[in-house]
């Protein structure tokens, strides 16, 4: 038996799991009550606080805190609230005829002791989103956000701390070791969101007690832009998508496909939109973030850097400055495929274009790559659409806009394969923290007890009529 007594988050672990079943039969009723006091804390008593601590962390402007952080917890507690009930009710299903006289039924039942680490580029939705499927699942938390956005996740641990007690859920601060340490516990469930090479160290990590994942990654996520496309109107949600939050956006519109024949018309579009959006100094403007921190800002502009000697031409921004880890709205053609902005996830509000003549070469170029947790398409013909669709594969699909996929909550929302495993929000979120129990009950005697030991002809022929008929 693993000793993990010199492990300083073990005793926080042990009280959540001696906890779990006094958390995981409450009522459904009970676990309301607690999101809506969470609900209670986002929308009045800490709002303020939110959006203080994150234009702070990385300057991001109010309006977008309370679009992309606030408002979709508050919509994932109201869409739950709405339906628990029917999600923690016996799930009755059909006996099949060699079964008569039982009854059979799933329950949905907590998976127990979780933890969910969280990103820093929207630390209050990404954290608190799994958290209301997991309350909502029953089960006992340990959260660890971002040490990138310590002032928003100083804000988290005070609403933590008012609304719950730890032996339920748990927030711990602190670097990356203090993740490591909480990975060398035995969870019964864990929920990443962050990068697919951290990904893989949660998942090997998780492999040593066969804890079950969630893994919300990235990747590249495409835009095709096809020549039946409204452009005026495509290029304004392109530039929303990919620009809000600074580009820092795990579905953001990671490169552009456009059709050889509109190119002018979608840099002329591009242009005026920007200035439109962020005035002629984005710098300056009030709707535009900045980068987390210097570490990725450096990381940015050396991808700038290296698509410059490659000969790649800019045809919209390019400033940085250091000294506010600010970073231009750019946009880039002739990139070169070998180049860091074409090789990785960008995540910043550098926008790469590629032109094509032929819808085939753009299926053969995401099909080269990992499978994007985004895809987006705007066009008028529904049948290139369906094409796209059918002979590419991706987390998910948004068709004549971007990142609004995110806030369906009738949706699953996830990855595949490199992108991620599993799905959140709404139902899907609650079953990912939950275990399908299947139970059956025997009422009255059976087939199968007519079939037991000592076998004959006449059980024989039984068997025989049962797997001809039925």
């Not at 990138?148 to 990356?176: C, R, W, Y």
């Not at 990919?242 to 059709?259: E, H, R």
């Not at 050396?302 to 045809?315: F, G, P, Q, V």
């Amino acid at each position: 038996m693993t000793d993990y007594s010199d492990n300083r988050y073990f005793k926080l672990f042990e009280k959540q799991k001696s906890h779990q079943f006094t958390i995981g039969n409450t009522s459904c009723k009970t676990r309301i009550k607690k999101l809506k006091s969470l609900k209670h804390a986002l929308e009045v008593t800490y709002k303020d606080s939110i959006r203080e601590a994150l234009y702070t962390d990385f300057k991001k402007p109010y309006l977008e805190t309370d679009l992309t952080e606030i408002y979709p917890v508050i919509d994932e507690i109201n869409f739950v609230a709405s339906n628990l009930k029917t999600w923690l009710a016996k799930q009755k299903v059909d006996t099949p005829i060699a079964l008569l006289g039982s009854s059979s039924w799933i329950k949905n039942e907590p998976k127990g002791v979780c933890l969910i680490i969280s990103p820093w580029n929207f630390p209050v939705n990404l954290t608190f989103g799994p958290l209301v499927s997991a309350i909502a699942a029953g089960n006992t938390v340990i959260l660890k956000p971002s040490e990138m956005t310590p002032h928003t996740s100083k804000v988290m641990s005070d609403i933590v701390n008012d609304i719950f007690n730890d032996h339920e859920v748990a927030l711990v601060e602190g670097e990356v070791e203090v993740s490591q340490e909480l990975l060398k516990l035995p969870f019964n469930h864990i929920f990443f969101t962050g990068s697919p090479q951290v990904g893989k160290i949660v998942m090997k990590a998780a492999s040593e007690h066969l804890t079950s994942v969630t893994l919300e990654l990235g990747g590249k996520s495409p835009v095709i832009i096809d020549d039946t496309s409204n452009l005026d109107k495509a290029v304004k949600k392109i530039i929303f998508g990919k620009f809000l939050n600074a580009g820092q956006t795990c579905i953001a519109p990671d490169y552009v496909f456009i059709n050889e024949r509109i190119k002018t018309e979608f840099i002329q579009a591009f242009k005026t939109t920007l200035k439109t959006f962020y005035s002629e100094n984005p710098s300056e403007s009030d709707s535009f973030g900045r980068i987390v921190n210097q570490k990725h800002f450096k990381r940015l502009k050396s991808y700038l850097d290296d698509a410059s000697t490659r000969n790649a031409s800019i045809e919209f921004g390019g400033i940085s400055d250091e000294r506010d880890n600010y970073i231009e709205p750019t946009l880039i053609f002739d990139v070169s495929e070998d180049s860091e902005l074409m090789q990785n996830e960008i995540f910043g509000p550098i926008l790469p274009v590629k032109t094509y003549k032929a819808i085939d070469e753009i299926i053969d170029y995401i099909n080269s790559k990992e499978k994007p947790l985004a895809l987006y398409i705007f066009s008028k013909n529904k049948k290139r659409t369906t094409q796209i669709i059918n002979n590419t594969r991706a987390g998910s699909t948004c068709i004549n806009h971007n990142l609004l996929q995110f806030l369906n909550h009738n949706l699953p929302f996830g990855g595949s394969n490199n992108s991620g495993i599993g799905k959140s929000h709404g139902y899907f979120g609650f079953l990912e923290f939950s275990n399908q129990r299947s139970v059956l009950k025997q009422h009255t005697l059976g087939a199968v007890d007519l079939l037991m030991p000592p076998y004959n002809n006449f059980k024989q022929k039984i068997v025989d009529l049962t797997i001809k008929w039925f």
